[in-house]
């Protein structure tokens, strides 16, 4: 079984553009979160869905977006990006919702100049 | 809100030897799952072994093991025979019965010395 891909692994944006990440889960995991990873703030979690809802969202602004699709892919957005944005952001799926193991993709690396 | 806090910032253990790393959380629920997982510097995240909390025995998996101790809060990991492919940050994190989030400590970066 293919694991999570996260595409593009790599991206160099500029302050104020906007910025689509893509996640794609492990084939039939219906849940996917997103974290997002700098040295300065660790670990955050940014948003998680299930079944194309979104089911839970962290501490972050408006600026950051997210859907899934029926496919169970999904997509985050960010808008008017800030130096700040630059961090590693990673992707997790699972079967669903509760202990089912979470599988974490490589992440995409953004970088904000 | 839940935290976690994992106080080393960084550990070392000669190869072969035995580490433990620690974690202690904070939280008001009595249901919830624990976990290790371990970033290497390729930086894919793995799960290393997980707890629920409702299970009073220690979770062990191969050389890895915790000592969960939930009326104190904390959740360690030892590492037996370690060995050099060890050498990563690991993250202790937490997560509530329902949903997905987890919410990770600082880490810790494990050092292993040939």
């Known amino acids: 079984k293919a694991g999570v891909t996260q595409t593009p692994r790599y991206l160099i944006k500029t302050r104020g553009q906007q910025v689509t990440l893509s996640c794609s889960p492990i084939s039939g995991h219906r849940s996917v979160s997103w974290y997002q990873q700098t040295p300065g703030q660790g670990l955050q979690f940014l948003f998680e869905?299930?079944?194309?809802?979104?089911?839970n969202k962290g501490n972050f602004p408006g600026r950051f977006s997210g859907r899934q699709f029926s496919n169970s892919r999904s997509e985050m957005n960010v808008s008017t990006l800030e130096l700040g944005d630059s961090a590693l952001y990673l992707c997790a799926s699972s079967l669903g919702q509760g202990f089912n193991e979470q599988f974490f993709g490589p992440g995409t690396r953004l970088t904000v100049l | 809100a839940q935290t976690v806090t994992q106080s080393q910032p960084e550990m070392s253990v000669q190869e072969a030897e035995t580490v433990t790393l620690s974690c202690t959380y904070d939280?008001?629920?009595?249901?919830?799952?624990l976990f290790w997982y371990k970033q290497p510097p390729s930086r894919q995240m793995i799960l290393v072994i997980r707890q629920e909390a409702y299970k009073q025995q220690n979770a062990t998996e191969n050389r890895f093991s915790v000592n969960f101790q939930k009326a104190a809060k904390s959740f360690s990991l030892k590492i037996s025979d370690s060995q050099l492919g060890d050498a990563a940050m690991y993250f202790c994190a937490y997560k509530r019965e329902n949903g997905n989030k987890l919410v990770f400590g600082a880490g810790t970066i494990l050092r292993v010395k040939s």
């Open positions: 869905y299930f079944s194309e809802t979104q089911r």
């Open positions: 939280t008001s629920e009595s249901d919830y799952y």
